[in-house]
């Protein structure tokens, strides 16, 4: 018998033990208890108004996915991809945006949306099956929902490049000055795209945050299965900095996505942000997530829950009083009503609608195919009185 | 004044990019190896010095990556123009093409348009190894949202490349390697090309129709010399677009010799003939004194090069097709 053999240095010494709980390097402002932290790198002096904001906004994002979720429940919608649990990654992400700053979302982007202004009535058309994505990507910078995974990370490089070439990238002009932000989940890690991705904006030091919201689950697949180690370090492989951030921590998410976007947009090229959460709902409406993990996981997690750590700080700080809530449940009553009444509402597309958009301008083939099924559809007309 | 001068297809292309770069500042060229090097077959020569790195890009050697970044661009509101060094290469960019490119004016229901060229060299006959020789048009021009054409000589090459890249929608590029630097053309750059989706009668008769584009357009007209010197009169069409396709040339001229022979570089099965024999059959059906022949490749995978000139179509295939047309 021989010895094994030796090759490289063990995994175990580079990026130490396994971490069910994040691991020492998770960046932190508030803790699971409601506990204000600091960190020496990453920190941010937030105002009682800005806390207030970013609650509220939690509030809202969990408000449009409860009632999504109901509307599925209902019929309405055909499915819906929930984000509970993903509330704080996204809006410590989507508030650390500029107006100038590009976002390309996944399926499950609700929250970013709502911060870049896209109303969420929009976001039903497509789970509806009304329409494939019911807004206009340039007008609020919020491109399509991409569900083949991955895909959109390319569109976010590229994007960010054409940034480059219009001269918006390390002008020093804070009102020029641009990034782009690209959604993407541990599941689409496995891609190729996502790590061609990650080669041509290092190639091209292209100003793009990668955001990856680690919620641990892919459909049933374990992180475990897409990674043997913690997704982060793989960013310093592909030459740019890579941070885990606790992405149930609303103020640590914003202050470490703040960050990237600054660095890229100053010109320091891409970076990596993993937020580290966890999918509390079932993958969409259609999954079941009893078949393959257990209770006792969830239950954990919702200790962790990110908008319940932001209220304890701030009714332990005084910060709010009731009318605030009071406000708020109103506000987010009325969304519910606005989502409900205005998801029933939206018009199914006519048969012949099909026929449009295929390209910038029809062509005649596909006008002849529309005309021959208007006529086929009118050869029915009275048939039935 | 107009001055012509001689060029090949490749010179061609390369002055159309060029032109089409000078007009417009947001055309942008990328793809691997297509700046100091010119590209492996010197379509970009010298474009990266003349318009600097910012606008011709060497781009690492990952397809999907190449036109991914291109959606990004478009979105952006540049023109971007990518190689895919060859047609064999395509296939990691696949789900870009057809899930994204393809998919994203129907989506955004016109609001975002996709002026993407994807340049793909196509075709066989260069005694190249495996995946360097292939015809994958079809499945383009199967998937709704591309537009695909296939240019055949250096004046077309010139010009449609240029209305290509002007044009607000995706189109799949097919450049005939094999003529790259074959034939020269006179082309007159003071001329007034055809819109870009049309058809052409490239050369007229009366007895058979041949329809053929890219590197087979070539052969039908070596057909059709040698079988004038039989005393049978073929016209010749060069489909130049794929998709969509420009059949009215195709039925008036049918219905006129009631004979058609379809032929490609692509296998048979499934292939552009297919639709072609199709469309000929439903619109020109009283014309037709036989059924629509298809000449192409063999539904196998392509060859050993040694072997490549048994499996492409040529001359004498194509003239036995048209024989069978009239043994009905």
């Not at chain 1, 990453?42 to 207030?52: C, I, Q, T, V, W």
């Not at chain 1, 390309?104 to 994505?133: I, M, N, S, W």
């Not at chain 1, 006519?350 to 006008?367: C, H, N, R, W």
Request: glycine share 10%; charged share 25%.
């Amino acid at each position: 018998m021989s010895d094994p053999v030796s090759f490289g240095p063990d995994l175990v010494d580079v990026f130490g033990p396994s971490q069910t709980d994040g691991g020492p390097e998770l960046v932190q402002l508030l803790t699971p208890e409601g506990e204000r932290v600091h960190h020496p790198e990453f920190d941010h002096d937030f105002s009682a108004e800005e806390l207030r904001g970013l609650y509220r906004d939690m509030v809202l994002t969990r408000r449009i996915d409860v009632e999504a979720t109901a509307l599925q429940r209902h019929g309405e919608l055909g499915i819906w991809a929930q984000l509970l649990g993903q509330e704080a990654a996204q809006i410590g992400a989507g508030r650390a945006l500029r107006p100038q700053d590009y976002v390309f979302p996944t399926y499950r982007e609700h929250g970013v949306a709502y911060c870049k202004g896209v109303d969420p009535l929009r976001l039903l058309g497509l789970f509806r099956g009304v329409d494939q994505g019911g807004w206009d990507p340039n007008e609020n910078n919020f491109g399509l929902y991409t569900i083949v995974i991955g895909a959109q990370t390319l569109h976010a490089t590229g994007y960010a490049m054409g940034m480059q070439r219009d001269g918006v990238v390390g002008t020093g002009d804070p009102e020029r000055d641009s990034a782009v932000i690209a959604h993407f989940g541990d599941g689409a890690s496995s891609q190729g795209d996502v790590n061609e991705a990650f080669i041509f904006a290092a190639s091209y030091n292209a100003p793009v945050v990668f955001f990856c919201q680690n919620n641990q689950w892919a459909i049933s697949e374990p992180i475990e299965r897409q990674t043997r180690i913690p997704l982060y370090q793989r960013a310093l492989g592909f030459g740019f900095p890579g941070i885990r951030v606790d992405g149930n921590d609303v103020l640590a998410t914003y202050a470490v996505t703040k960050a990237a976007l600054q660095r890229a947009r100053e010109g320091n090229g891409p970076s990596f942000v993993e937020a580290y959460t966890y999918r509390m709902g079932a993958h969409t409406t259609t999954d079941d997530p009893t078949r393959y993990r257990l209770n006792d996981e969830l239950e954990h997690w919702k200790l962790k829950d990110p908008i319940e750590r932001l209220k304890v700080y701030l009714r332990r700080n005084g910060l709010v009083d009731q009318e605030f809530f009071d406000d708020l449940d109103a506000e987010a009553k009325e969304l519910g009503h606005h989502l409900r009444e205005g998801c029933k509402a939206l018009p199914d597309p006519k048969p012949l609608d099909q026929f449009g958009y295929v390209f910038s301008e029809m062509t005649d083939e596909i006008a002849a195919q529309r005309d021959e099924f208007a006529a086929y559809l009118a050869s029915f007309e009275g048939s039935h009185s | 004044m107009s001055t012509t001068q001689k060029i090949t297809l490749a010179k061609g292309l390369n002055m159309g990019l060029r032109k089409a770069m000078e007009d417009d500042d947001k055309v942008l060229l990328m793809g691997e190896d297509v700046g100091k090097l010119g590209g492996v077959f010197r379509i970009t020569d010298g474009l990266q010095k003349d318009f600097g790195e910012d606008r011709v890009i060497d781009s690492p050697l990952a397809e999907s990556g190449i036109v991914g970044t291109a959606v990004g661009m478009a979105l952006r509101g540049y023109r971007p123009v990518v190689e895919i060094q060859f047609d064999g290469f395509v296939y990691p960019a696949y789900d870009q093409i057809v899930c994204q490119v393809a998919k994203y004016t129907y989506r955004s229901q016109g609001k975002v348009k996709m002026p993407i060229v994807i340049r793909i060299p196509f075709g066989g006959g260069i005694g190249a190894v495996e995946h360097h020789s292939e015809s994958p048009e079809a499945q383009f021009a199967h998937t709704p949202g591309l537009k695909v054409v296939a240019c055949s000589n250096p004046v077309d090459g010139y010009w449609m490349i240029q209305q290509a890249i002007a044009h607000d929608d995706p189109v799949i590029f097919l450049e005939p390697k094999r003529q790259y630097h074959a034939d020269k053309a006179e082309l007159d750059e003071s001329a007034t090309p055809e819109p870009l989706f049309t058809s052409r009668v490239v050369r007229p008769g009366s007895d058979a129709t041949v329809l053929a584009y890219g590197p087979t357009v070539k052969t039908a007209l070596k057909c059709a010399e040698a079988a004038e010197a039989e005393g049978r009169s073929l016209e010749v069409i060069d489909l130049r677009t794929l998709s969509p396709l420009d059949m009215a040339p195709v039925y008036e001229s049918v219905r006129r010799t009631g004979r058609c022979v379809v032929t490609h570089e692509a296998h048979v099965n499934l292939g552009m003939g297919a639709e072609l024999a199709a469309r000929v059959t439903e619109q020109c059906f009283y014309s037709l004194e036989a059924p629509v022949l298809r000449v192409g490749a063999f539904d196998t995978p392509y060859p050993p090069s040694r072997i490549e000139e048994e499996y492409l179509p040529d001359l004498d295939r194509v003239l036995d097709a048209v024989d069978r047309t009239f043994a009905f």
